[in-house]
């Protein structure tokens, strides 16, 4: 595929503030923000991250796309026994705990300067593949990475697109997602 000339217009380019809903962003109608909200799984606890989705099984096959099964591969980086070795692989890494439901890596792959304070994932957004369209070094003897890459949805039954070109430096000598780059 050639990714410069990809059907997609490039109206679906947008930065990761939007995906998913930016934090802060203001509260959809009808679902009210609160602890112990009966939409939520938690404990009542708060910490300012939103409980794992813990109704959702663990895949048998890493959905990052490797063909790995989730264990010997992006699992390994979410429960911190490893990390990432490449820019990409923290990608793929990140783009895994979307599908997974897995906020709290999200937040931990985040440079510190440029996280969130808190995450919410949308329940309602099933994701259904990456691509790596390119990437720009982000290896192994490398401080700093693009990675552009395309991550496929579906929410209420329509699909979706998410194209980024995200930038990735080493922070304490680990890979973190610092933001997104102009395309
Ligand atoms: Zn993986």
Same mark, same amino acid.
């Given at each position: 595929m050639c990714p410069r000339h990809h059907r997609n217009p490039p109206s679906n380019v947008f930065d990761l #503030?939007?995906?998913?809903? #930016?934090?802060?962003a203001p509260k959809r109608s009808g679902t009210p923000d609160r602890p112990g909200a009966p939409d939520r799984s938690g404990s009542? =606890?708060?910490d300012g991250v939103a409980r794992r989705d813990s109704q959702r099984a663990e895949p048998t096959t890493c959905p990052?796309?490797?063909?790995?099964?989730?264990a010997d591969c992006c699992?390994?980086?979410?429960?911190?026994s490893a990390d990432a070795p490449t820019a990409e692989a923290l990608m793929r890494s990140r783009y895994a705990a979307f599908v997974v439901g897995d906020p709290e890596y999200l937040l931990r792959s985040w440079h510190t300067s440029t996280r969130p304070p808190r995450l919410r994932l949308?329940?309602?957004?099933?994701w259904t593949g990456l691509e790596i369209v390119d990437t720009d070094r982000g290896g192994l003897f490398d401080s700093t990475?693009?990675? =552009?890459?395309?991550a496929?949805?579906? =929410? /209420?039954?329509?699909?979706?697109?998410?194209a980024e070109r995200s930038r990735f430096v080493r922070e304490d000598g680990r890979w973190v997602y610092l933001? /997104?780059?102009s395309t």
């Open positions: #503030r939007l995906w998913p809903k #930016r934090p802060g009542g =606890e708060d990052c796309g490797q063909g790995l099964p989730y699992r390994r980086l979410h429960t911190g949308d329940p309602g957004q099933r990475g693009t990675v =552009e890459f395309r496929h949805y579906r =929410e /209420a039954g329509r699909p979706g697109t998410v933001d /997104a780059g």
